[in-house]
């Protein structure tokens, strides 16, 4: 009986094991979780025409089940309802703070953005009226990549050493971000961050959440942006300034994570920011920003108006 016992604990953890969580829409027209199948020669996500379905909360208890549905349209991996708060750093690479005039700050720089701004790994990024040129105000629309880490159970008050045990996993974002906003109306001394970075979409991130169980040490991973197919950014996830464990056990500090949290880490050197010549994005524009072994997120940037 207790042989029978440790083989059925086993084969549940085998059901349970996921490697690369997908919110997706499949040619059913119905809204699944699932552990994507990827193509061979690729460990892109967004590449995945078909998922394993998940039967339960990703966050909690689930199944990943034999049933395989092909993959129609790739969502953010959690609904925005999900996400109770997307918490951003700043300057976490030295380089980067290096291009944009900042010093190399002595504790990560945390700020926040709204769940609206959460996007999906393909729709469009809307640029509404007030970030966009007029009169003499420029708009200075700027990319940022980032490694996006995802919180799995309640963390409070925790060490470095405990903060991957509360980790899911990790996708890429884009933190999408107007210099204009951020610096030049108000920003100064310092940055103003809420403005520049956190209207609805600006925060495309997926296109899955890659287990710890496949990314065991996420300072060791190629980050990149590209625009119009020209690389902007390539670094590595190595040269963050405050590495992952230290951020999730620094957050945690007096204040309680809740799963499904997100903590985009940071950007590294390369964008438009302290450039001399800044090429900066305009409508129409092909951000797409990716992170080994994770994927990329691509999204074009286009103006809208504010009536809806």
Request: charged share 20%; aromatic share 10%; glycine share 10%.
């Amino acid at each position: 009986m207790r042989l029978l016992n440790h083989l059925l604990l086993f084969t549940a953890v085998l059901a349970a094991q996921a490697e690369r969580f997908v919110r997706f829409t499949s040619t059913d027209g119905r809204e699944y979780f699932g552990d994507a199948i990827l193509p061979p020669g690729t460990t892109d996500a967004s590449k995945s025409k078909a998922a394993r379905v998940i039967e339960g909360d990703i966050l909690g208890n689930f199944t990943v089940t034999k049933q395989v549905m092909p993959i129609r349209k790739l969502l953010s991996p959690l609904p925005n309802e999900r996400v109770r708060t997307v918490r951003c750093v700043g300057f976490n690479y030295a380089a980067h703070d290096g291009e944009a005039g900042q010093p190399i700050p002595g504790w990560p720089i945390l700020f926040f953005k709204p769940f609206t701004a959460l996007n999906t790994p393909s729709d469009p990024i809307p640029i509404s009226e007030g970030y966009q040129t007029q009169g003499n105000f420029t708009s200075t629309m700027d990319y940022e990549t980032e490694l996006v880490v995802i919180i799995k159970k309640k963390a409070f008050n925790i060490t470095d050493d405990e903060a991957l045990d509360h980790v899911l996993g990790y996708s890429v974002g884009h933190d999408v971000s107007h210099r204009g906003w951020q610096i030049d109306r108000g920003g100064e001394p310092t940055p103003q961050f809420s403005m520049g970075k956190g209207p609805d979409g600006w925060a495309p991130w997926g296109p899955a959440i890659v287990s710890t169980s496949v990314i065991p040490d996420p300072q060791t991973l190629n980050i990149w942006t590209k625009v119009n197919g020209v690389v902007k950014q390539n670094d590595t996830t190595a040269n963050m300034i405050f590495g992952v464990k230290h951020l999730v056990s620094f957050f945690s500090m007096g204040t309680t994570l809740y799963p499904g949290d997100v903590i985009f880490t940071g950007t590294p050197a390369g964008v438009n920011l302290g450039k001399a010549d800044p090429i900066w994005l305009v409508d129409g524009d092909v951000v797409e920003v990716g992170l080994e072994n994770v994927g990329t997120c691509t999204n074009e940037l286009v103006y809208v108006q504010d009536a809806r």
